[in-house]
Structure formats: C-alpha cells, structure tokens
C-alpha cells in the first residue's frame, strides 16, 4: 500500500511557474513508477508525465513537453512536477500516482495508487 499526498498547487497567472510535490509513505516509494495526471472540469483524467524508479527514464504527454519536468528524490519519498509557462489549459486537477513495476507508463489503469488531487488554476 502506497499513500500519496500532493501540494503546491494554486492560483497563477499565465506565463508563470508551480512546482507540485507527492509526499508518499516512507518504505517502497523507490520500487514504484511515478506519474502525474490532470483533470479538467468535464473531461477525463489524462496523461501528464512519468517516471521510473530509478528516475533515469522520464516521459511526458507532448502538451506539456519542453513546459514541465518530473523528477524524484527517492531519499525524501517524494516526486515533483516543475510547470513552466502555464498556460489557461493546464487548469486542472493534479494527481500523482503510483505504480509497482520497473517500466514507466502513460496508461492511467497501470497506476494502483492514487493522490487526493491538487487544483492549479491558470489565469489568462
């Protein structure tokens, strides 16, 4: 079992940055693939990036190439998500989520375990 808490989301103007954190229980964070997902009002839950376990394999969903980064600190049990450049789009809930396995995925129904959820809202 794998408990996740994500924060740092807010209120920010487009052009600007957040940096999002998953906090998960201490103990097999390390063996479990990371990912973020996002859900905007009345669509699905989508693909954001993700990460392996080592955090020597990353892979992001082209709308946020070159805007977002994910990255891990296995020493802290904790996964991030940089945003650049937001843009009105990227509103959405924010998840992290959490999967057993040595591959990454973009596939929301590998993902076992699942964060609260966090609202970034992005003004124009």
């Known amino acids: 079992q794998v ?3 994500e924060s740092g989301g807010g209120l920010v103007q487009a052009g600007g940055s957040l940096r999002l954190s998953c906090a998960a229980s201490a103990g097999t964070f390390s063996s479990h693939g990371m ?4 859900q905007a009002p009345g669509k699905e839950r989508a693909f954001v990036a993700a990460i392996s376990r080592s955090g020597g394999r990353i892979y992001y969903a082209d709308s946020v190439k070159g805007r977002f980064t994910i990255s891990r600190d296995n020493a802290m049990n904790t996964v991030y998500l940089q945003m650049n450049s937001l ?3 990227d509103t959405a809930v924010y998840y992290c989520a959490a999967v057993q396995a040595s591959y990454i ?3 929301r129904s590998d993902y076992a375990y699942w964060g ?3 609202q970034v809202t992005v003004s124009s």
């Open 87 to 89: 843009k009105p789009e």
């Open 105 to 107: 995925t973009y596939s």
């Open 116 to 118: 609260q959820g966090t």
């Open 35 to 38: 990912g973020w997902f996002r």
């Open 3 to 5: 408990h996740l808490v």
